[in-house]
């Protein structure tokens, strides 16, 4: 059973470009997350979501940034017009309740330049 | 809002000891804790889960204990090891909130 996959694992864009960074989940786990990890700071919580919804996006930007789980294929977080303030390690985490254990992917690692 | 806490933030100790990390948070209105460790570069390995219910969990050399009542956790390794050295991240499951607040995690070192 494979972990929680993230791809890619770096990143590199220029300021304006979109960066889409993508996660699948455990087998069999339909719940899934993303944090950011700015440089020197904590994991912030981003947006939680389940098959083709969103639960809860309070973390979320409200510019620029998205994020889907479609019904099939991984989940997307999508950040258009990158700048520099975006350099990060995104992480995704997915999990087969909300009451279960967080298995956490390896992260993409954005870099902005 | 919840807030986590990791004290201390930077540990360095001598292959061998028995260590305690702590973690403590504002709202004792959990569902769950979790432990996990970060190596440099790399992602977030879990440790240990503890329902809101239960006191503790043991994996082997670690033992986490959970106090919601003050708002606290602790995080036992016994016997250190150099491979032990990594950032030892505490997480609060947030309830109904169904997401993990972090707190800024406790750098360790084990000098072999």
């Known amino acids: 059973n494979a972990g929680v996959m993230q791809n890619p694992r770096h990143l590199v864009r220029r300021r304006g470009q979109e960066a889409r960074l993508r996660c699948s989940p455990m087998?069999?786990?339909?719940?899934v997350y993303w944090y950011r990890q700015l440089p020197e700071e904590g994991l912030k919580f981003m947006v939680y979501?389940?098959?083709?919804?969103?639960?809860?996006e309070s973390g979320m930007p409200k510019e620029r940034f998205s994020a889907e789980f479609p019904k099939e294929g991984p989940s997307i977080l999508r950040i258009q017009q990158v700048v520099r303030g975006d350099s990060a390690a995104y992480f995704c985490?997915?999990?087969?309740?909300?009451?279960?254990?967080?298995?956490f992917g390896q992260g993409t690692r954005l870099t902005v330049v | 809002k919840q807030e986590v806490t990791q004290i201390p933030a930077a540990l360095s100790v001598p292959e061998g000891e028995n260590l305690v990390l702590n973690c403590s948070f504002t709202?004792?209105?959990?569902?769950?804790l979790q432990w996990f460790r970060q190596d440099p570069g790399k992602g977030l390995t879990s440790l240990l889960l503890?329902?809101?219910?239960?006191r503790e969990q043991t994996s082997g050399r670690l033992n986490a204990s959970l106090d919601k009542s003050s708002g606290r956790s602790t995080l036992y390794i016994a016997a250190s090891q150099p491979g032990d050295s990594a950032t030892y991240l505490c997480?609060?499951?947030?309830?109904?909130?169904?997401?993990?607040?972090f707190g800024q995690g406790t750098r360790l070192t084990i000098n072999p």
């Open positions: 985490a997915s999990s087969q309740t909300t009451m279960t254990e967080a298995f």
């Open positions: 087998k069999g786990h339909s719940h």
């Open positions: 979501l389940q098959k083709e919804n969103i639960i809860d």
């Open positions: 709202d004792s209105a959990i569902y769950n």
């Open positions: 503890i329902q809101s219910s239960q």
């Open positions: 997480a609060v499951g947030d309830q109904g909130a169904q997401k993990l607040v």
